[in-house]
């Protein structure tokens, strides 16, 4: 009788060389584009094709997020902001694929991700301002006596917004992609057991419901970690 865990797709297996299954699918997440990109753009016409064009409207969607959040200096952070995007995305999706495991569930690796996007964006706020960036965390118009107090309040307020979009997607992505395989190993389960297609077709019809809602939360969780991201970039520039 076939047995499966949903939890198995979140254990992390060693393959050997320092790579796990969650190093090898945060590569393929984060350079999937990369190679879709370049198969769509190297043999083009004139007349582009309807793949290349799905891929500008991409590109031009997020430069415009980008854009809106960080205004002029849009441009030297886009390609940090689309990388960063695309991976959290892509990673996020091919979790859904059977026998996979989505690097987002671990919080290891969103906890770098964002850990990384605090420390890059502190130092190009510190390149360009030294010591002055300090005055981020002390509000004008204070009184000097509150000077101590709120500076701490500020800096919490930026550790919590770590935090939070650290274990926002986490969260969101173990929920729904282990009950997406809970359902699929019982609708597989109950196929083996020679279950009628009748009485699992209610749970089908669950399942691609469930699956349509992933797919958004897979694209609303890559957003909100960029969006944030813009936020956090727009603060120190």
């Not at 254990?11 to 370049?38: H, K, M, Q, S």
């Not at 995305?89 to 987002?104: A, C, K, R, V, W």
Request: glycine share 6%.
């Amino acid at each position: 009788m076939f047995s499966y865990s949903p939890m198995e797709a979140y254990a992390v297996i060693n393959l050997g060389y320092g790579f796990t299954d969650v190093t090898i699918f945060l590569i393929f997440a984060f350079g999937f584009l990369t190679f879709l990109g370049y198969a769509l753009t190297s043999n083009q016409t004139l007349v582009p094709s309807n793949w290349f064009l799905g891929l500008e409207t991409y590109h031009v969607t997020l430069y415009s997020m980008v854009r809106t959040y960080i205004d002029s200096k849009a441009g030297a952070w886009f390609p940090f902001l689309y990388t960063l995007f695309t991976g959290l995305l892509f990673s996020n999706l091919f979790g859904l694929l059977p026998y996979s495991t989505t690097p987002t569930t671990h919080l290891i690796i969103t906890f770098n991700l964002a850990l990384f996007l605090m420390i890059t964006a502190i130092a190009n706020g510190f390149r360009r301002y030294r010591y002055a960036i300090f005055g981020l965390f002390i509000p004008a118009g204070i009184p000097v006596a509150l000077i101590p107090i709120i500076s701490v309040v500020e800096v919490l307020a930026y550790i919590t917004r770590i935090s939070s979009l650290v274990i926002r997607i986490t969260v969101n992505m173990v929920t729904g992609h282990t009950l997406v395989k809970v359902v699929s190993g019982f609708i597989y389960e109950g196929f083996l057991g020679g279950s009628s297609i009748i009485i699992l077709a209610l749970p089908i019809a669950l399942l691609a419901i469930f699956l349509i809602l992933e797919l958004l939360i897979a694209y609303l969780q890559a957003y909100i970690f960029t969006f944030i991201s813009c936020i956090t970039i727009k603060d120190f520039s």
